[in-house]
Nanobody
Framework: QVQLVESGGGSVQTGGSLRLSCAASEYTDSTYFMAWFRQVPGKEREGVAGIDRDGITIYADSVKGRFTISKDKPKNTLYLQMNSLEPEDTAMYYC???????????????????????WGQGTQVTVSS
């Protein structure tokens, strides 16, 4: 079973940028559907970006145009480049992997948590105004 370790979180001001990384313990490019989720206290974990085995990406409306998900195949690492950050982006961010999910529609992304079997421990992102 794959192990995922996130890093790159931190505190930034509104308009700033951060790049999150998710290091996988094994090759994931052709094996898993990968995604980034975020969660604030008292709310459900929501999907914000996903990438399938062919490199096709999807984004939640709240982050589209500001966040970019990508994979570094040789490094088995997933990234989330976050630009133009807003206080509403403050959350714990999690990397997730699914060995069974082949594709995912944009409208299904926010509530896709049940489809993912493997999770990292999370990394905190705080955006101040």
């Amino acid at each position: 079973q794959v192990q995922l370790v996130e890093s790159g979180g931190g505190s930034v001001q509104t308009g700033g940028s951060l790049r999150l990384s998710c290091a996988a313990s094994e090759y994931t490019d052709s094996t898993y559907f990968m995604a980034w989720f975020r969660q604030v206290p008292g709310k459900e974990r929501e999907g914000v970006a996903g990438i399938d085995r062919d490199g096709i990406t999807i984004y939640a409306d709240s982050v589209k145009g500001r966040f970019t998900i990508s994979k570094d195949k040789p490094k088995n690492t997933l990234y989330l480049q976050m630009n133009s950050l807003e206080p509403e982006d403050t959350a714990m961010y999690y990397c997730a992997a699914s060995p069974t999910l082949l594709s995912l529609g944009v409208t299904a992304l926010p509530g896709a948590m049940p489809h993912f079997e493997y999770w990292g421990q999370g990394t905190q992102v705080t955006v101040s105004s």
